[in-house]
T-cell receptor, first 117, second 116 residues
Framework: GAVVSQHPSRVICKSGTSVKIECRSL??????MFWYRQFPKQSLMLMAT?????????EQGVEKDKFLINHASLTLSTLTVTSAHPEDSSFYIC?????????????FGAGTRLSVL | AQKITQTQPGMFVQEKEAVTLDCTYD???????LFWYKQPSSGEMIFLIY??????QNATEGRYSLNFQKARKSANLVISASQLGDSAMYFC?????????????FGSGTQLTVLP
């Protein structure tokens, strides 16, 4: 299947710092990418839809100024957690959709485990 | 709005046996896609299998098959000849194939443990 690369896989930071997470589509172009957050033992929660060349669409309850999304090219979307606090500690995972005939399969990155001290 | 229900928080299966993971869904859309993903403890989400709502045959991918019963709105995943490496969290998901809200909706997941 298509490859989505996410970096870093794990980050530990101090409270108040900003953390940038990168999501790349390696062998296809992705006009749309998705950012999810997952708490332990729970399902994925969609945070925002990242659109190449335009503003991201955020889900209700997700702070736009807290979670900055930039989709500057057809292969790269970034999520920046600004002024991180311990409650932002979570597993963040990105995804990109690939059209294949009548199917649109969504492939995921390996995720980023963020720990804010 | 779509809703996915996975009623089995945890399942156990003996190695080499088959196991069925349940998934039911609710949607008002006529055209949609159903997906199963596997999430091992490492966290990555691995795409397993896809079923389109208008596909006449049940999808199969190697040891994975999808028992799609449209009238009952169920899309159960069947894993044949279970292996120890199949131990993971499994998520059922769906997405409408038209409209603006074409986002994946996930179920709560089923933790599968394969016993040696």
């Amino acid at each position: 299947g298509a490859v989505v690369s996410q970096h870093p896989s794990r980050v530990i930071c101090k409270s108040g710092t900003s953390v940038k997470i990168e999501c790349r589509s390696l062998d296809f172009q992705a006009t749309t990418m998705f950012w999810y957050r997952q708490f332990p033992k729970q399902s994925l929660m969609l945070m925002a839809t990242s659109n190449e060349g335009s503003k991201a669409t955020y889900e209700q309850g997700v702070e736009k100024d807290k979670f900055l999304i930039n989709h500057a090219s057809l292969t790269l979307s970034t999520l920046t957690v600004t002024s991180a606090h311990p409650e932002d500690s979570s597993f963040y995972i990105c995804s990109a959709r690939v059209a294949s005939g009548s199917r649109n399969i969504q492939y995921f990155g390996a995720g980023t485990r963020l720990s804010v001290l | 709005a779509q809703k996915i229900t996975q009623t089995q928080p945890g399942m156990f299966v003996q190695e080499k046996e088959a196991v069925t993971l349940d998934c039911t869904y609710d949607t008002s859309d006529q055209s949609y896609g159903l997906f199963w993903y596997k999430q091992p403890s490492s966290g990555e989400m691995i795409f397993l299998i896809y079923q389109g709502s208008y596909d006449e045959q049940n999808a199969t991918e190697g040891r994975y098959s999808l028992n799609f019963q449209k009238a009952r709105k169920s899309a159960n995943l069947v894993i044949s000849a279970s292996q120890l490496g199949d131990s993971a969290m499994y998520f059922c998901a769906m997405r409408p194939r038209s409209g603006s809200a074409r986002q994946l909706t996930f179920g709560s997941g089923t933790q599968l443990t394969v016993l040696p």
